[in-house]
Every structure is written in C-alpha cells, then in structure tokens.
C-alpha cells in the first residue's frame, strides 16, 4: 500500500472552484492521488464548506455534495472529531504561541503524526513550519 497523504482544506476548495489559483495543479494532484489513500477531517472540511460557501449558491452546493461523496466513499479516510482530539488541539494551539496556526491546522497537525503521514496536499505554509511537506 503506497503511503498515505493528508488533504488540507486548500485542496478541496482549490478542486472545487475553478477560479482559484491552485485549481490547475490541485487537479493534476487529484488524478496524482488515484492510488494514494487521501486522509482528511471533518474539522477540514467544515473549513471547506465556510470558504466555498461565500462563493454563490452553486458553489456551496458543490461543497456540500463534494463532502457527501467523501464522507460516503471509500477513497478517502474522514476523520471525524472527537472531544479528546479537540481538546489535544486546543492545548496544543496554546502550547506554540510563538506560531500562527490555526486551530484547524493543529488538529490536522496531530492527526498527520498520529498515522505517520509526512505529505500533505496544501498549499498553507503552516504545515511546512511544523515539519510537514506541502505539495501545493
């Protein structure tokens, strides 16, 4: 089984709209991640319905099919949260004041380490910063 990679919420909104920046090269990933198990959470991906969500109707029943599909699928593993995982967030969020990340990111930070995954599909600089490589 090939090694598993982490789908940050760049990604999906990146796939999902076409005017962003990143919907060329997240598309070329997507077909890249055929045989990959893509590893995602549902806190990403309530961060996914928020962004897409402020880009027209259209849009934002796009993302609620696209996480229906995902959360239904077997291609991708959704995490779904926990209390003790967010709460383990939480203190870590407040462990690296020195840092900018966001809630979302620490969750998905501790949860890439949990299963030993080193990639993610992102383009957020975070992740690089916590000893993560981004392939966006």
């Not at 090269?25 to 969500?53: D, K, W």
């Not at 996480?67 to 239904?72: P, R, S, Y």
């Not at 779904?80 to 690296?96: G, H, K, L, S």
Request: hydrophobic content about 45%; glycine content about 4%.
């Amino acid at each position: 089984m090939m090694r598993a990679v982490f789908a940050d919420a760049c990604y999906w909104i990146a796939l999902l709209l076409e005017r962003d920046v990143f919907h060329e090269m997240a598309t070329l990933l997507s077909i890249e991640m055929r045989y990959r198990q893509i590893v995602t959470t549902q806190m990403v991906l309530a961060e996914t319905l928020n962004a897409v969500g402020r880009f027209g109707a259209m849009n934002r029943r796009y993302a609620v099919e696209l996480v229906h599909d995902l959360t239904t699928g077997s291609r991708v593993d959704v995490i779904d949260q926990t209390p003790e995982q967010f709460w383990n967030a939480v203190n870590y969020y407040n462990a690296r004041p020195d840092q900018e990340w966001g809630l979302v990111d620490c969750a998905s930070f501790l949860i890439m380490d949990n299963q030993g995954i080193r990639e993610a599909l992102t383009n957020d600089h975070h992740f690089e910063q916590a000893g993560f490589t981004i392939l966006m």
